[in-house]
């Protein structure tokens, strides 16, 4: 007799749909949890970046009293004298032109030089591009050396010179644009590159008719996030710039703070909403290019 006997209740058909439709119900209930939680975090998140610059916007439209004794709330009576006075009084207009041409040279710098470096890093394989690389990387950990900096810049007689001030932040943006810019090249397929080299390109001309078409990405996520760092610079702009004229953003919203603790505060959000206009813009132009260079691996080493 064999050992092993037959089910005493086999399952049927209705059974068997039963338990279908059982496992389908647990499989949406689960995917409905999974999608709330998801936008809760995403709502959440949204919210706390969101806000800020909301209150910000809101408190533009209030007198400075208004600021301090009505903190959260909505402006009583929208004062739109606020950005006209804040235009007028901190010369935003002048402010504005600067810290464009500063943060624009910057980039077009930082792109030709970190683009081209990355490229040999990413390209070549040696001892000594080994080195330098790992100087890069350490570049990016160390603090600023103020006071040699500002010697060195003196020296050259670039202090109180908008031309100084973008070579010192051209310099100052080069490790991580390298970085990002090397990582990206090393995901480009080497035989790419090598039938350019076969069509008879060198490695200059293949990287400026292969490389650099397929790079928007990395050129984009690097664009960011060198703009945005170098038009919210102020310590270095402080340090290099004396002359009223030259001005960038940063230095002009500092007229609002006077002697004695006074400020104007409603002058202070109506320039700083003012000047974060051109970054939403920067921002809503490059942000697909950007999303595709983060999760191309841009940012991966």
Known sequence: MSNF?????????ETFKTDVKRLSSSMRFNKVLTAIGSHAILIFFTVIIVYPVLWMVLTSFKTNDEVVTNIWGFPRILQWTNYTNAWVEAELGSALFNSAIISLL??????????????????????????????????????????????????????????????????????????????????????????????????????????????????????????????????????????????TIPLAIQVFFYNWGRTEWAYVFASLSIATVPIIIIYVILARQFIQGLTAGALKG
């Not at 006997?5 to 058909?13: E, G, H, K, L, V």
């Open 106 to 247: 910057t980039l077009f710098l930082v792109i030709c030089f970190a683009s081209v470096a990355a490229y040999a890093l990413a390209r070549f394989s040696s001892r000594w591009l080994t080195v330098i690389l790992l100087i890069f990387v350490f570049t990016m950990q160390t603090p600023t050396p103020i006071i040699p900096l500002y010697v060195e810049v003196a020296k050259l007689h670039l202090t109180n010179n908008l031309a100084g001030l973008i070579l010192v932040e051209a310099a100052g943006g080069l490790p991580l644009a390298i970085f990002i810019f090397r990582a990206f090249f090393q995901g480009i397929p080497r035989e790419l590159m090598d039938a350019a080299n076969v069509d008879g390109c060198s490695d200059l001309r293949a990287f400026l008719s292969v490389v650099i078409p397929i790079s928007g990405p990395a050129i984009a996520t690097v664009g960011i996030l060198q703009f945005v760092g170098t038009w919210n610079e102020y310590f270095l702009p402080l340090l290099l710039i004396r002359n009223p004229v030259m001005r």
């Open 5 to 13: 006997s037959r089910p005493s209740n086999p399952p049927t058909d």
